[in-house]
């Protein structure tokens, strides 16, 4: 059975698709961002310092995981009539070509005003280590 705004509590989980990352995928994401910033395509110039900050080698743009979190929750929000209204992330570790990465999100709470009803979900997307390395909130709602 599908679940419902009334059937959903704090603690219920969302799961993503894993996204297999690669150069070519990155590539894409280049093309289709118009972002061709060397962070992600040049190895050579990975090698150098960005403040205090070393990645050693390309990176995977941060905006890929915004767009998982966000195909996670509208896949999820869209067959209950649902609306994916907010989503803030923040990237904590850099993702790189051979990592695998999954989104995941657990409902924080669900409210009620007398317009419509709101679920607050906690996102993150991990890696293949299960370490976090994108973590945030969204919000969906759930019209009258």
């Known amino acids: 059975m599908q679940p419902s705004f009334e059937s959903l509590s704090p603690g219920d989980t969302i799961e993503g698709l894993t996204f297999a990352v690669s150069r070519e995928s990155i590539r894409l994401f280049c093309d289709a961002s118009l972002d061709y910033n060397p962070?992600?395509?040049?190895?050579?110039?990975?090698?150098?310092?960005?403040?205090?900050?070393n990645f050693g080698g390309v990176i995977m743009h941060g905006m890929n995981n915004f767009g998982l979190l966000s195909r996670m929750i509208t896949d999820w929000a869209y067959p209950l009539d649902a609306i994916h209204r907010r989503l803030e992330t923040r990237w904590v570790k850099p993702v790189r070509p051979g990592d695998t990465i999954q989104p995941s999100g657990i409902i924080k709470s669900?409210?009620?005003?007398?317009?419509?009803?709101?679920?607050?979900?906690?996102v993150v997307v991990r890696n293949q280590l299960g370490e976090a390395v994108a973590t945030g909130e969204a919000m969906v709602e759930f019209p009258r």
């Open 39 to 53: 962070l992600h395509l040049d190895d050579d110039y990975m090698q150098g310092d960005f403040g205090r900050t």
């Open 110 to 122: 669900k409210q009620e005003t007398t317009k419509s009803r709101w679920v607050v979900i906690d």
